[in-house]
C-alpha cells in the first residue's frame, strides 16, 4: 500500500505534520501505526502494549497524541498530565493540547489549576493574549454580535475541500477529491487545486482543477493569487526526477512555489526536512507570509515571513513572534484591510482550531482577537479570505462543523462590517501639555470600569507611546499618572468610545518641575517677568498671557494651595503702594478665578508694597529705571509644596 494514502484523510493530516515517513522496521505495532498516522489502531496497539510490557515515555507521548488525534480527549489529558507529573520534559505543542483536552473535558477550576503552574513555560505576550481572549469570550459569550449568514458552498465534495482564495472571479481551493484522470497517481488520495465561477449570491459554479499551474502526480494544495505578481502561489510535495524526495529521516515535506501566469514556475521555499504550508504575498509591504514547522518556532506550526524582490526572496524566515504565534499551531495569515487574520489552536479558543484578527500598527501586531461563534464554532475554522463586494464584504473560510458535506467544506458569508467580537483600542502618547512635541515614558496609562475595576494597564514606552485594548464596555474611565506629574482622568461614554476607533487619543501630563520654580527662597509658579501701568491695576494682555500659566498649572495639579504676592519699587507714599500692590493682587485673583481657578487654591492674595525691596534702590536713592523694576514684581507661591507628593 502506497504509505501517502493515509496522510491525507482530513485537514489535520495534511497540516499537521504531511511529512510522510518511510516504513520503519523494528517498532512496536503501536509505533508502525503511529507513524502511519493511523491513530485509532495506535490505540488499540498501545494500550495492549501497555497491558503487557509497559511503553517507554515516547510511547507513552506517542498513545497521548493518539487520544487526541482521535478526539478522546479525557483520556488525553489524562495520558498528558500523567507525563508531566513524572516530570517529563513537554514541548509547548504537548502543553498546549494537555490544555486543550482539559478545556474540552475539565470544568474552569480544574483547568485554571493545571494552567497556573504552566505560567513559567509561556512568553509574556501570550499570556496577555490569553487573558485578553478568555475575558473577551467570558463577556461577550462568544457571540460575534453582527447579523450574516453563514452558508455551505454547493460544490463541496466528501473529501476536504479547504483553502480558499480569490483568483479574478473565481474561486480558487484544494480538495482531496478524486480526479477522473487516467494520470498515473492523480486518483491515488492527493490533495489538488480546483476553480469555480463566484456566483452573485456568492455560491460557487462546477468545479474543476484548476489547469494554469504545472500539473504533479503529488499534492498541489493551499493556493493563494497575487494580482500584482501575476501568478499563483501554492504548497507542493518536494520531488525530484518526478518522484517523492525525501530526507535522511525517510520524511518528505512540502514546498512552496510560484507560477506566474503565462510565465516560468519558480521554487521559493523548499527543505526537505520542513514543510511550509499557506503563502500569502503582501503587495503593501513585499512580504511572503507562510505557515512552517521549524524547530525553533513557539509550539507546532507558526507563521513567518520573508522579505521579497517581485516575489524573490531576500532574507531568512523571520518569526513572527509571541505576539502572533503560541505553543499550538498557528496557519493560514491573510491580510485585510490593515487586519491580519489566521487560524490557531491554541487551547483557549472555542474549539479546536478558530480564526484571529490581529490589527497591523507600524511593524508590530495587537493582540490576536478571537473571530467569536459564527465565523468560529467548537470545530476546526481556518484559511479565512475576504474581500468588498458591493456595499459590504464577501468572504469563504474552511471548517469542519457539524452539517457540511465532507471532511473539510467550504463555508461563505456576506457582512456589512468586518466580522469579529467588539473591543476598544486606545492608543496615542502621552505628552506635555504646554509642548505637545515633548513625550512623557513610562507613565502609567490605566483603563476603569465607571464603577473604578481596573480593566487594563500599560506603560508608555520611551517615546511616550501607549496601546490598551479591551473587551467592549459601555462607557470606560481613562487615567494616567507617574510620580511628580500631574494625574489625568477622564470619561469616556460609549458615543465618544465609537467616535474614537481608528483615531488616536494623546494624554496630557505636566510635570510639576516644569512649572515651579525657586525664588526669594519659596517654591513659586514659573511666569516671565511682567509689569502694571504706572499706578494702574488693569491686567494687560502680557499680564493675562502668563497668568494664565497659572491657570494651567492649577488644571494639572488641582491641590495646590497658592498665595499671591504683589510688590512694588520704593517710588511713591507707603500706604500709597501697599494699596496699589492690594488691588493689583486682588486684580490677579479675579482673574485667576474667571479663568477657573477654584477660590478655595487661593489661600491668600496679599500686597506688600515697598515693603521688601530686592536692591540698594530704597527711599531717597537714585536708580536706574531696570533696577526700580526689578522690585515690581508678582509671585505666585505654593504654599504646599512641600507636602502635595507626599
Not at 593 to 614: A, C, M, R, W
Request: proline letters at 3%; glycine letters at 8%; one cysteine or more.
Amino acid at each position: 500500500m502506497n504509505p501517502i494514502k493515509k496522510t491525507v484523510p482530513f485537514f489535520f493530516a495534511f497540516l499537521m505534520g504531511m511529512v510522510f515517513s518511510l516504513a520503519q522496521s523494528g517498532n512496536s505495532k503501536g509505533d508502525n501505526y503511529f507513524f502511519q498516522y493511523d491513530y485509532q489502531n495506535a490505540v488499540r496497539a498501545y494500550e495492549a502494549e501497555l497491558m503487557e510490557d509497559g511503553l517507554t515515555d515516547q510511547q507513552q507521548f506517542n498513545l497521548a497524541e493518539s487520544y487526541y488525534q482521535t478526539k478522546r480527549f479525557e483520556k488525553a489529558a489524562q495520558a498528558y498530565i500523567n507525563l508531566h507529573k513524572k516530570g517529563v520534559e513537554m514541548t509547548p505543542l504537548h502543553l498546549n493540547r494537555m490544555m486543550q483536552s482539559l478545556s474540552k473535558t475539565s470544568d474552569k477550576e480544574r483547568k485554571n489549576a493545571y494552567l497556573a503552574t504552566l505560567s513559567s513555560y509561556f512568553d509574556r505576550e501570550f499570556l496577555e493574549n490569553m487573558d485578553f481572549n478568555s475575558n473577551l469570550l467570558e463577556t461577550s459569550s462568544g457571540e460575534n454580535g453582527l447579523d450574516f449568514e453563514v452558508f455551505n458552498l454547493d460544490g463541496n465534495s466528501p473529501e476536504a475541500d479547504f483553502s480558499p482564495a480569490f483568483f479574478k472571479e473565481k474561486l480558487l481551493f484544494s480538495s482531496g477529491r478524486i480526479q477522473n484522470t487516467n494520470k498515473r497517481g492523480a486518483t491515488d488520495g492527493y490533495l489538488n487545486i480546483y476553480d469555480a465561477n463566484l456566483q452573485p449570491n456568492g455560491q460557487i459554479g462546477s468545479v474543476q482543477p484548476f489547469a494554469r499551474i504545472p500539473s504533479s502526480d503529488y499534492h498541489k494544495a493551499t493556493p493563494f493569487y497575487s494580482l500584482g505578481l501575476n501568478s499563483v502561489l501554492y504548497v507542493m510535495s518536494n520531488t525530484q526526477d518526478n518522484e517523492l524526495a525525501f530526507d535522511s529521516k525517510g520524511k518528505n515535506a512540502l514546498a512552496i512555489g510560484m507560477q506566474v501566469l503565462d510565465g516560468p514556475f519558480r521554487l521559493l521555499l523548499k527543505d526537505l526536512s520542513t514543510s511550509f504550508y499557506y503563502p500569502f504575498y503582501d503587495e503593501a509591504s513585499g512580504k511572503l507570509y507562510f505557515a512552517a514547522n521549524f524547530e525553533d518556532g513557539y509550539g507546532g506550526t507558526d507563521l513567518y515571513f520573508v522579505y521579497t524582490n517581485n516575489g524573490q526572496i531576500m532574507s531568512a524566515p523571520i518569526n513572527l513572534g509571541p505576539r502572533i504565534n503560541s505553543p499550538g499551531n498557528e496557519i493560514a495569515p491573510f491580510i485585510f484591510e490593515d487586519s491580519f487574520y489566521f487560524a490557531s489552536d491554541v487551547f483557549y479558543g472555542l474549539g479546536g482550531m478558530d480564526i484571529y484578527k490581529s490589527n497591523i500598527e507600524d511593524e508590530a501586531f495587537s493582540i490576536p482577537i478571537n473571530l467569536g461563534m459564527g465565523i468560529n464554532s467548537p470545530e476546526d475554522d481556518f484559511g479565512l479570505i475576504m474581500r468588498n463586494e458591493g456595499d459590504g464584504l464577501l468572504g469563504y473560510f474552511a471548517s469542519n462543523r457539524a452539517g457540511g458535506k465532507g471532511k473539510d467544506d467550504l463555508y461563505g458569508f456576506k457582512v456589512d462590517e468586518k466580522p469579529g467580537l467588539k473591543t476598544f483600542t486606545l492608543k496615542g502618547k502621552v505628552v506635555k501639555p504646554y509642548n505637545t512635541s515633548e513625550t512623557v515614558s513610562k507613565a502609567a496609562v490605566r483603563l476603569l470600569k465607571n464603577d473604578g475595576t481596573l480593566l487594563a494597564e500599560t506603560y508608555s514606552d520611551d517615546d511616550g507611546n501607549y496601546r490598551l485594548e479591551i473587551p467592549w464596555e459601555s462607557g470606560v474611565v481613562v487615567e494616567s499618572a507617574k510620580e511628580r506629574f500631574s494625574d489625568f482622568s477622564r470619561t469616556f461614554s460609549e458615543e465618544d468610545m465609537n467616535a474614537m476607533e481608528n483615531s488616536t487619543y494623546d494624554i496630557q501630563v505636566a510635570l510639576y518641575d516644569d512649572l515651579v520654580e525657586e525664588k526669594e527662597g519659596q517654591k513659586v509658579v514659573k511666569m516671565d517677568d511682567f509689569y502694571f501701568e504706572t499706578s494702574q491695576t488693569s491686567l494687560t494682555s502680557e499680564i493675562q498671557q502668563e497668568l494664565d500659566k497659572v491657570v494651567l498649572f492649577v488644571e494639572q495639579f488641582p491641590s495646590v494651595q497658592l498665595r499671591i504676592e504683589t510688590y512694588t519699587d520704593s517710588r511713591g507714599g507707603s500706604s500709597t503702594n501697599f494699596r496699589l500692590t492690594q488691588a493689583r493682587s486682588d486684580a490677579i485673583k479675579q482673574y485667576l478665578i474667571q479663568k477657573g481657578v477654584s477660590p478655595t487654591n487661593i489661600i491668600y492674595s496679599i500686597g506688600y508694597g515697598e515693603d521688601k525691596i530686592l536692591n540698594n534702590c530704597t527711599n531717597g536713592v537714585f536708580c536706574l529705571e531696570v533696577l526700580h523694576k526689578q522690585n515690581q514684581r508678582s509671585l505666585i507661591v505654593v504654599l504646599n509644596d512641600n507636602v502635595l507628593f507626599n
